[in-house]
């Protein structure tokens, strides 16, 4: 009987996950507009090769802080990423948000372009 609950559970989480993440239309990340940051806010986001944290962080409210928390560090549908560039460096990250293995949501090529996702690879090797 606990095993029927137990994925019971899982099909839960993985509807959510696909729900949760995926409900943002594909105008928000073609939008261009970008905010100034108090300075000292974004001194901990060093941005990788490639990628502009910074904007990494503006995409990931709009299409990551569902299922992985506000900062991504808290987790919930999805897990916490922090510390997730000790387990994946800027070109695994990128190629994990390019193809994620479910319950992760396919977010790439729409509605997320190659430079939303090298952006948002950055922002999480900041976490």
């Not at 709009?62 to 000790?86: D, F, I, W, Y």
């Not at 460096?89 to 193809?99: D, E, G, R, T, V």
């Amino acid at each position: 009987m606990k095993k029927v609950g137990t994925i019971i559970l899982l099909a839960a989480a993985c509807g959510l996950a696909a729900a949760g993440c995926s409900k943002n239309s594909s105008s928000q990340s073609s939008t261009s507009t970008t905010t100034a940051a108090s300075p000292g806010a974004m001194s901990n986001m060093a941005a990788p090769a490639g990628g502009d944290a910074a904007r990494g962080k503006q995409l990931f409210t709009q299409n990551c802080a569902t299922c992985h928390g506000a900062t991504g560090t808290e987790g919930g549908v999805g897990p916490s990423l922090r510390n997730e560039k000790s387990r994946k460096n800027m070109s695994q990250a990128i190629a994990w948000i390019k193809n994620p293995k479910p319950p992760m949501p396919k977010l790439y090529p729409s509605p997320l372009s190659e430079k939303d996702v090298t952006d948002l690879a950055a922002y999480v090797e900041t976490l």
